[in-house]
């Protein structure tokens, strides 16, 4: 069946799109009346990591027309801009915890023109995600996909192809995998949109903040360059973002985050931050729940892989690869390739004194330090990990775009501990003024 030309909608190349996405994202975003502020550096320095994105496209065609010397060579160089610019984001996520005066950001849009941007921006997306194409380039995946993401999307494959549909059943298996991935990774897309979308409303107190989160987050390359091709990049950073809406609720942020370290291994390292975050605010309660959650989410890995015949699973076999493993070897594809291991090894021990670091400093936290702290410990992952390490942009792309919009939050810290105000208190308390004994009056004295 012959294709509609006018369903037959292909974004511009890498190139075309960096510099269209550019030019709109200024003319949406820019404080033309103060050219020399903080957030306009914040706007330019967002597309600071393209041109590594483009070398390593540029060097993969070298190498597949068998310019290997060339192909090399420009994988090296867009590795070390890759690492560059994630250095600079690094600082700048530190150095966020020292501003304090954030006036509001005000878009050179109208809100409802703005949200009707970002809403043709995710259908158009979308409608790329969902197009076959016959292009090598279009379906090479970054990085090896945990276990977990990968039992995912193979139970929601096996759920579509036990469908009644007689058109799903004429599908082949992989036409059926690939319209499961791609559905699943806008739809994780979409909730990091709603995400940042509600985070603007509710915490920033500003809905065109929270309208141009979103937008935004659309409208960077690193998003389209990823569009429909990465579940195991968006997966993760879903629970992420939702766990930064709900702060205020050290079990629901605990299981969020737990939930997310329990298919994918670097939210995890998270944990120190966020745990320091609700230091005598909840931080048991938090612990629990994010334990909780990663033990739930191995344990079912575990179960499924066992039941499949196949033994390894999960974490473990993530922490087995010389990848996360930085005494080991690389194998992989990055700036380490063909490196000695004690070259990785000082930058693994300087990222493990700022886990420390940031787990009891500042103190108290409030949300700005968990946003910007969050970008950094993200960010520090891509200098020691040795798979594709600096390519993972869309782990802490949200936590960069609130940083860019958010306003002061010096107020917004976790909510006081206070007796009896968690779930299990409360279900104690309401059990026990339903079976406790009537309350006796004493009698009531007669006058004389």
């Not at 016959?134 to 139970?155: A, F, H, L, M």
């Not at 799903?168 to 699943?184: C, G, K, M, N």
């Amino acid at each position: 069946m012959e294709q509609s030309i006018f369903i037959d909608f292909h974004l511009p190349n890498a190139t075309t799109w960096l510099y269209f996405s550019f030019i709109l994202a200024l003319t949406l975003f820019f404080q033309f009346s103060r050219l020399f502020c903080v957030r306009n550096l914040d706007l330019l320095t967002l597309f600071l990591l393209c041109p590594g994105f483009l070398l390593l496209y540029e060097a993969r065609h070298q190498l597949a027309v068998g310019r290997t010397e060339r192909g090399d060579r420009e994988l090296i160089l867009g590795y070390c801009w890759l690492l560059a610019g994630s250095a600079y984001w690094f600082v700048r996520a530190v150095f966020d915890m020292g501003l304090v005066r954030r006036p509001a950001v005000t878009p050179n849009l109208t809100t409802a023109g703005l949200g009707f941007l970002g809403v043709a921006l995710f259908v158009g997306q979308t409608s790329v995600a969902l197009r076959r194409t016959s292009d090598p380039s279009e379906t090479v995946q970054v990085g090896k996909r945990p276990t977990p993401i990968e039992q995912v999307q193979g139970q929601a494959t096996a759920v579509v192809q036990q469908a009644p549909a007689e058109t799903i059943q004429r599908a082949s298996p992989d036409d059926v995998r690939f319209w499961v991935e791609r559905t699943l990774c806008m739809a994780c897309h979409a909730l990091i949109i709603v995400a940042l979308l509600l985070i603007g409303i509710r915490h920033f107190q500003d809905r065109a903040a929270g309208i141009g989160m979103g937008t935004l987050y659309l409208l960077v390359p690193y998003t389209a360059f990823d569009v429909g091709r990465q579940l195991h990049h968006v997966w993760p950073t879903a629970f992420l973002v939702w766990a930064v809406f709900f702060y205020r609720r050290p079990v629901v942020a605990g299981w969020l985050l737990g939930l997310a370290a329990g298919t994918a291994l670097f939210p995890a390292l998270l944990f120190p931050l966020w745990f320091g975050f609700y230091a005598r605010r909840g931080a048991g309660r938090f612990a629990r729940a994010f334990l909780s959650a990663v033990t739930i989410s191995v344990g079912i890995t575990a179960l499924v892989m066992g039941w499949g015949g196949d033994a390894g699973f999960g974490i473990a076999t993530t922490l087995s690869l010389p990848d996360w493993q930085p005494w080991k070897a690389p194998t992989a594809e990055s700036i380490w390739t063909g490196a000695h291991w004690a070259y990785r090894l000082p930058l693994f021990v300087l990222f493990v004194a700022f886990l420390a670091g940031v787990a009891v400093w500042p103190s108290p936290k409030n949300l700005s330090h968990l946003i910007s702290l969050s970008a950094a410990v993200l960010i520090g992952v891509q200098f020691w990990h040795a798979d594709r390490g600096g390519v993972y942009v869309l782990w802490y792309l949200p936590f960069l775009v609130m940083m860019v919009f958010r306003p002061n939050l010096t107020a917004a810290e976790p909510p006081s501990l206070e007796p009896a105000n968690g779930i299990v208190s409360r279900i104690a308390v309401a059990a026990w003024r339903r079976v406790r004994p009537p309350r006796q009056e004493p009698p009531k004295q007669l006058a004389v």
